[in-house]
């Protein structure tokens, strides 16, 4: 192993010194703090959660741990991972990962809130991944499996993609992950290929499956597995993984029916119930408040980050791309329905006619909708939960159930149905990534088991699972062991017997078929007599009293000990990883496990075809009398064979500890972290590791670190090896033979002071390497500097010298030149004197004016403007002898354009033409409604003329058609109020007519007409000036008010001047008079509020010749 120069503490604790707990915890807390979070025991990795995202994951990585060995780089999970899937890959030796650690300690690999998974803790899963980072290099496309694999390492940055993600974001991977994790290595590493198409949608979706049926919130983990799994991950002979088999163990089938305070049921209760839709959920007879459910935690119905609707949704996309058809996925939902309708079922105490105490249901009707869903007999189930049936060789006894024991009943088979569904979910996954049985196979097996827990208060669960827990540090001390003796045989070096804590004889005391403490229970279980608890202890006393490693209140009263902390009910063992205090209490209920036949026989005869299926013993034709196996020998049984597994490969191991309980980065519990290392046994791993040699060493790398330390070997060695290396050694004199002993292919050093010596000769020696370098190189640059410098003088001074005779030669050139130049010129103006005419500079003047003039209006006509008469664009003159003429000729276009978009125009587009060029010359400028009015067009009838034939009767025939027709207001004479008319003008009169009678009121000749008067405002108000001589002006004049007032107006001017030969006088004026009869009146108008002359009309008297409008 290299020992690098500014690593920080002791990368391997093998070389620690002193070798004492302090000194470890020390060096753990030292590398923690600094964000080294791994640490070797050999080959075994000690990872510490750091809670937090670390740059040292990524493609760059991969690459390099995958080309080195496993101590050339500092710790990593990458280099266990590598060495695992090599080993696999080239040496055809099966591997195993077994994982260790408590809840948090980064197994299942937690993050902390809010911050996205990338910490190395979900990679202590990534057990044999060589590679595996976030985010990883995607595989070759074709190998769908593997881009599957290398994708599912990323889903904390995109969960809802790949089916959904059970925890929240500070749950990080769950342990169900491990499998995945694994072969997200092969993605990375592993050559192409198709072989893996098969099963790669069934393992894409395995994991929020097993996720929400086995995993829970618990105080420790809101995301927590709560049952041990084992998975074979299989290879073909090329490494690429093939598929796989899942074995579980132990779900805490307890949590089904009680939960501690401020945790959860199992997740798929949750998501049902927020997830279904209300058609599903009437289907199932749920209701969506959680609160309405006895098996449910009240308390806690939700997780914080978690969504448990996506979820649901998640798990049944899950199921489907898994192999699940819908049948089966409705059927497993109705089963999850059915546990939870169970516990709703509530008991009531009933008595006999013989007065002993008996139950009954309370409220039917619970067992009824169980009974429609399920297709079971309501009476039956009824019958199944009050009563028990017990069947001997001759007859069959029914006996009444009191509360308690129908309560207990009624709690077995909730947990019986969980564990059993749970048990089929995971053989229904196993039929999809199952592997074919011809095929040739290499096998990686992934171990995420329950770390050992010592707590308040220890039961059964706790007793089975240090238990487990023992056999696995079993299996490591003698696979360790059985590793070393096999090197020392393979390098030739004589094996020693190693002293060391062998817990065979407490494996021994738990498991012995005859005289251990489960045969012991088993054998209270299935006695006839009174059987409880207690009689339990008294025969684990009797038995084991003077065992070493037992402990009861009997056996300390025996010896004269006192211990106030033991219990009278309790009994305790000292484990490996220290004394556990386990409570009797429930021993015996929980190890029986049991479920009356009378339930079993009952769900055997559902309807339902998974219910049924769950419930074989049920069948009438294969009853047995004969007990089933108690929890404690099935679990016995299981552990037999997981450790006969576990021998058949090679061991790699991962111990997970948890810095702090309340996962906050930086935090380093001193207390905490030595309980967990008591647990995990790191001290003793150490112990066994330094038992023979602390270090070994290929020849060939050795030599090339430390042959700097012999003038022999250094700079050069022509050498063999091993010849180098003794040569280093003897030449060094602290290194005695005792220390030190060489095999065939390494050196093995027994004291780490040894290499320690060694490194720090090693880092005086690269100190005095460094100055002799500094030197020369020191030297080596002065001398290059100087040379340098003499060649840049060099060069300066002869590109100096060159340039002062360039610049002397340009002077003489030029002067030169103009020599020349002034010479040339008096020649030419002597020739040109003798050869000179009269005229010629008039002839030259005139031949240059025409042809500047030529060009002037070739150039024009290729650049004309467009014909547009809107084009106000012209070339400008190119000389100012032009500008004339160029004006002259831009107005000659300009009236040319006109005459020929007058030419195209139809008569009637003239008249509109002429009729808006009239309205221009009297309003433009003058009256604020006239820009509006420039863009609509004059359409004359705003009454519907033509469709009113009384209207059309008052105008004469002979003066052709109406000039304009529409509604005006007249203003009062009398009080300045307005009334309606309708105004036709023809060529002949004006025509104010009522609008409701449509007969003529007053008809007006266009003769009659003196003047007009309008406003400079937006206002349609005009005032119609009549002669006095006129009948009809002997009234006085109009004041009337129209919408189209400048269409009216232009339509009247024209009309009257065709008619009578003279201009109509248009007055435009903000005050103006006109006559009323015989007295004149002043009309005044003013804007009115809104400042803008468009509002509304209204006028008011100021006494007899004053008339206001405001508008």
Not at 318 to 345: D, H, P, Q, Y
Not at 644 to 662: A, V
């Amino acid at each position: 192993m290299n020992l690098r120069e500014g690593s920080i503490g002791v990368e391997d604790l093998v070389l620690l010194e002193p070798l004492e707990e302090e000194s470890m915890l020390k060096n753990l807390q030292l590398r923690y703090e600094n964000k080294e979070i791994y640490t070797y025991i050999g080959n075994v990795l000690v990872s510490v959660n750091p809670y937090q995202q670390l740059p040292i994951y990524g493609p760059e990585f991969i690459t390099k741990y995958q080309e080195c060995t496993f101590y050339e780089l500092k710790p990593h999970i990458y280099a266990l991972a590598n060495m695992a899937y090599q080993s696999l890959k080239f040496r055809d030796r099966d591997q195993c990962i077994l994982i260790t650690g408590e809840s948090g300690a980064g197994k299942t690999g937690e993050a902390p809130a809010g911050k996205a998974v990338g910490s190395p803790l979900e990679l202590t899963l990534c057990l044999s991944q060589p590679g595996l980072a976030l985010p990883l290099p995607l595989p070759h496309p074709q190998n769908s499996l593997l881009v599957f694999l290398t994708l599912k390492a990323l889903r904390c940055w995109d969960e809802r993609r790949y089916g959904g993600w059970c925890g929240d974001p500070c749950e990080g991977f769950s342990c169900t992950e491990a499998s995945k994790l694994v072969m997200s290595y092969v993605a990375a590493v592993c050559g192409k290929g198709e072989q893996v198409n098969s099963v790669k949608e069934q393992l894409l979706q395995s994991n929020p499956v097993l996720e929400a049926f086995g995993n829970a919130k618990t105080i420790r983990n809101n995301n927590s597995s709560r049952f041990g799994k084992y998975m074979d991950i299989e290879f073909d002979f090329k490494g690429s993984p093939l598929g796989g088999v899942i074995t579980n163990y132990l779900l805490e089938k307890s949590r089904v029916v009680k939960q501690l305070k401020g945790e959860r049921n199992f997740h798929i209760f949750y998501q049902l119930l927020a997830g279904a839709d209300a058609q599903l959920l009437k289907a199932l007879k749920l209701e969506r408040d959680t609160s309405g459910y006895a098996y449910l935690n009240r308390e806690v119905s939700r997780v914080d980050g978690m969504d448990d609707a996506s979820n649901f949704k998640s798990v049944q996309s899950a199921m489907t791309v898994i192999g699940f058809s819908e049948e089966e996925i409705r059927w497993v939902l109705e089963v999850t329905a059915l546990v939870l309708k169970l516990g709703n079922v509530e008991l009531s105490d009933e008595f006999q006619a013989n007065g002993i105490s008996a139950s009954g249901i309370s409220d039917g009707r619970g067992v009824l909708e169980i009974g429609e869903m399920m297709g079971l007999d309501s009476k039956e189930l009824e019958r199944a939960l009050c009563s028990r049936t017990m069947a001997t060789a001759k007859e069959k006894v029914v006996t009444a159930l009191n509360v308690v024991q129908a309560q207990y009943a009624r709690d077995a088979l909730a947990k019986n149905i969980y564990s059993r569904l749970f048990n089929w979910i995971v053989n229904r996954i196993n039929e999809s990534i199952k592997v074919g049985i011809g095929e040739k196979k290499k096998v990686m097996g992934v171990l995420d088991i329950y770390g050992f827990e010592i707590l308040e208060d220890n039961s059964f669960e706790q007793f089975v699972i240090n238990y487990c827990n023992e056999k696995l540090q079993q299996v490591f001390i003698e696979l360790t062991l059985k590793e070393e003796q096999e090197e020392y045989k393979k390098e030739g070096i004589p094996w020693k017997k190693v002293d060391y804590f062998d817990n065979g004889i407490i494996c021994n005391l738990i498991e012995h078929n005859q005289r251990g403490i489960l045969a012991m229970l088993d054998e209270e279980c299935l006695r006839p007599g009174v059987v409880s608890d207690s009689t339990f202890l008294a025969k684990l006393n009797q038995l084991f009293s003077k065992h070493g490693y037992y402990e009861s209140k009997v056996t300390q009263n025996a010896q004269r000990q006192y211990d106030h902390t033991m219990g009278l009910s309790c009994f305790r063992i000292c484990h490996y990883a220290g004394k556990v205090t386990y409570n009797v209490n429930s021993f015996i209920d929980k190890n029986n496990d049991l479920l009356f036949r009378d339930l079993s026989q009952a769900m055997w005869k559902a309807k339902h075809p998974l219910l049924r299926s769950l419930f074989p013993e049920g069948d009438p034709k294969q009853a047995s009398l004969k007990r089933p196996p108690t929890a404690g020998a099935q679990f016995k049984s299981s552990v037999a064979i997981l450790m006969k597994n576990l021998y058949s490969k090679n061991p790699n191991y991962i111990r997970c500890i948890k810095p702090n309980e309340h996962q906050q980065r930086g935090q380093f519990s001193w207390e905490l972290v030595a309980t967990q290392a008591r647990y995990l046994g790191l001290l003793e791993n150490v112990r066994v590791r330094r038992a023979g040699y602390a270090f070994r060493q290929g020849y060939r790398p050795f030599l090339e670190r430390y042959r700097l330390l012999s003038r022999s070997t250094w700079p050069r060695w022509n050498g063999g090896d091993r010849e180098g290396v003794e040569k280093i050694l003897g030449e060094l004199s602290t290194c005695t033979s005792e220390e030190m002993t060489f095999g065939k292919t390494k050196i093995f050093i027994k004291s780490p002071k040894t290499l320690f010596y060694l490194e720090e000769q090693r880092r005086l020696r690269i100190q005095q390497l460094a100055t002799l370098i500094q030197k020369i190189y020191r030297g080596w640059r002065c001398r290059t500097h100087y040379q340098q410098m003499r060649k840049s003088q060099i060069l300066i001074s002869s590109w100096f010298r060159g340039t002062m005779q360039k610049k002397r030669y340009g002077k003489i050139k030029a002067s030169a030149l103009l020599i020349q130049a002034f010479v040339r010129g008096w020649k030419a103006r002597k020739d040109y004197r003798k050869y000179f005419r009269s005229g010629a500079a008039l002839t030259l003047s005139s031949f240059i004016y025409k042809s500047l003039a030529q060009k002037f209006l070739l150039g024009l006509k290729n650049n004309l403007p467009s014909t547009s008469i809107l084009d106000k664009k012209w070339p400008a003159a190119p000389y100012k002898c032009f500008t004339t003429a160029n004006q002259e000729l831009q107005r000659l276009y300009h009236q040319w354009k006109c005459k020929k978009f007058r030419d195209q125009l139809s008569p009637k587009q003239v008249e509109v033409l002429r009729e808006k060029l009239c309205a221009s010359e009297l309003f433009k400028g003058k009256k604020a409604a006239y820009p509006p009015s420039v863009p609509i067009p004059f359409h004359g009838d705003y009454i519907g003329l033509r469709g009113n034939p009384k209207l059309q009767k008052l105008t004469s025939g002979e003066e052709g058609p109406v000039l304009m027709a529409e509604t005006v207001r007249k203003v009062n004479r009398g009080n300045g109020k307005t009334s309606s008319r309708i105004l036709l003008l023809t060529k002949g009169h004006v025509i104010l007519t009522d609008t409701k009678k449509s007969q003529a009121k007053t008809v007006i000749g266009l003769e009659s007409v003196a003047g007009v008067s309008v406003t400079s405002f937006k206002d349609g108000l005009f005032g119609l000036h009549l002669s006095e001589i006129s009948s009809v002006g002997s009234k006085g004049d109009f004041l009337l008010v129209s919408e189209h007032v400048v269409e009216l107006l232009t339509k009247m001017y024209r009309a009257v001047l065709d008619t009578t030969q003279r201009q109509l006088p248009v007055t435009v004026a903000e005050q103006f008079s006109v006559r009323f009869k015989e007295s004149n009146v002043t009309v005044k108008v003013i804007q009115g509020p809104t400042g803008n002359g468009n509002g509304k009309l209204s006028c008011k008297k100021k006494g007899s010749h004053s008339l206001e409008v405001t508008v």
